[in-house]
């Protein structure tokens, strides 16, 4: 895979902000171009999906990137699913087994690696921009007590593969639609999980090919799960 070509052909550094999402929405209101990206050594008020903390302390890669696709609204959501894709092959370079869980976050051997926050902004149903955030831990600190990360990483040459995967997949979601990720994203998801999404509770039956989470129910029904939070259970274990 060669370098990348418009991913990250713009790149701000920063020492500490309170969100590379916040920075990069500021850039793009400002009229920043596709694939320019913003990076941080550490965050204060880095934030995950559902209003949640990303707790983000010098060691990690806290990165957001202006993406202006031509694509629908309604099919911004499952852009993240692709990114996730991304993030797992960059992380299995580097020698860690990375996994999906569905929509955005990467496990190791059942912890949290990273994790995906695509935000979007519309108008009169014209999507202006995608601002996609992307947390790895890089390095162990003690912030991260039920996480994990990679280790001994070199933070640029890990930079430099990540930027090139989202650019590879990122380019494969725009031009083929989620036909042409769902496959991948079935390979690397984590398997043999109790999930419970709302009120639901089952065991993970796959990804449907238009990007949504199936979940079996004890009943045997097999049910669809387009948004919202998704939670893992732990196995009930007989002795
Ligand atoms: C999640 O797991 O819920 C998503 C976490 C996303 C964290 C990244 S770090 C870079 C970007 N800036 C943020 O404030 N959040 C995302």
Redesign the pocket.
């Known amino acids: 895979m060669s370098a990348p070509s418009w991913f990250g052909h713009r790149r701000i550094d920063l020492i500490e902000c309170?969100?590379?999402?916040?920075e990069a929405a500021a850039l793009a209101r400002a009229g920043a171009a596709h694939g320019t990206i913003v990076i941080?050594q550490r965050?204060t008020?880095?934030?995950?999906?559902?209003g949640?903390a990303?707790v983000?302390p010098p060691g990690?890669l806290?990165?957001?990137a202006v993406l202006r696709p031509a694509i629908a609204p309604a099919d911004v959501p499952p852009l993240t699913l692709a990114i996730g894709v991304a993030a797992c092959d960059a992380a299995r370079e580097f020698g860690a087994p990375a996994e999906l869980k569905w929509p955005?976050?990467l496990y190791v051997r059942g912890k949290?690696l990273?994790?995906?926050?695509v935000e979007a902004q519309s108008q009169a149903g014209r999507l202006e921009v995608v601002i996609a955030?992307?947390?790895v831990n890089l390095a162990t600190t003690p912030e991260l007590d039920t996480a994990t990360a990679i280790g001994n990483v070199d933070r640029e040459r890990f930079i430099a593969r990540l930027c090139a995967q989202l650019e590879t997949w990122i380019d494969r979601y725009v031009g083929a639609g989620i036909a042409a990720i769902a496959p991948a994203w079935r390979d690397r998801m984590m398997r043999d999980l109790v999930l419970r999404a709302g009120e639901l509770v089952g065991t993970l039956a796959g990804l449907d090919d238009d990007g949504a989470l199936l979940l079996q129910s004890d009943d045997g029904r097999v049910h669809r799960i387009r948004s919202g939070d998704v939670a893992v259970l732990p196995r009930l274990r007989s002795s």
């Open positions: 309170g969100s590379t999402n916040d941080a965050q008020a880095g934030r995950g999906r559902d949640r990303w983000s990690g806290y990165l957001s955005n976050d949290k990273a994790g995906v926050l955030g992307i947390g």
